[in-house]
């Protein structure tokens, strides 16, 4: 699991009888450190749940006062524009097909048009947005002109290809 992610294995009871951070658990003889171990010693306990929380990260984005073409570098927790964006004074504005509409609940993969009345520095959490396998993140494409967002690393443009209905996939 990578660097930075959350582990627990919990009781079906919503962690009330134990709740084990995995990355602290015993780690397994001739295992080089690699291999961790919990024993579950209560008979009580039939099953159990394992929850599995990636990485979050949190990444600073700078403002100039006016417009902006802004996009998410990850994905947040709470997807309303008033948490990740706070100093905005309204929606960021999405353009669709030939019209421009106002987006509350911004998604990942597109770009906006976001006014600030000052300069601002936001700070955006949530889980990194990585190409990890093709397909993960399609944007619908429009003939003419698109908004389109970034991922949290760098995507040479001869990744990019487009399905048959316009979707562009990574």
Avoid: C
């Amino acid at each position: 699991f990578p660097e930075g992610s959350q582990l627990y294995i919990r009781d079906i009871l919503n962690g009330s009888l134990f709740g084990v951070n995995m990355r602290e658990a015993t780690p397994v003889p001739g295992g080089n450190g690699s291999l961790m171990s919990y024993t579950i010693r209560d008979s009580k306990i039939t099953a159990f749940d394992i929850e599995y929380t990636p990485a979050r990260a949190r990444i600073q984005q700078k403002y100039k006062a006016g417009w902006n073409l802004v996009s998410l570098p990850v994905r947040p927790s709470l997807s309303d524009y008033k948490v990740i964006w706070p100093n905005a004074p309204s929606s960021p504005i999405k353009y669709s097909i030939s019209y421009y509409q106002p987006e509350t609940n911004p998604s990942v993969g597109y770009g906006y048009f976001l006014r600030f009345p000052n300069p601002d520095t936001t700070i955006i959490s949530g889980i990194l947005v990585k190409r990890i396998a093709r397909d993960v993140y399609p944007v619908h494409l429009y003939e003419g002109w698109n908004t389109i967002g970034s991922l949290s690393v760098p995507v040479g443009t001869g990744t990019i290809s487009y399905d048959q209905i316009g979707r562009a996939h990574v």
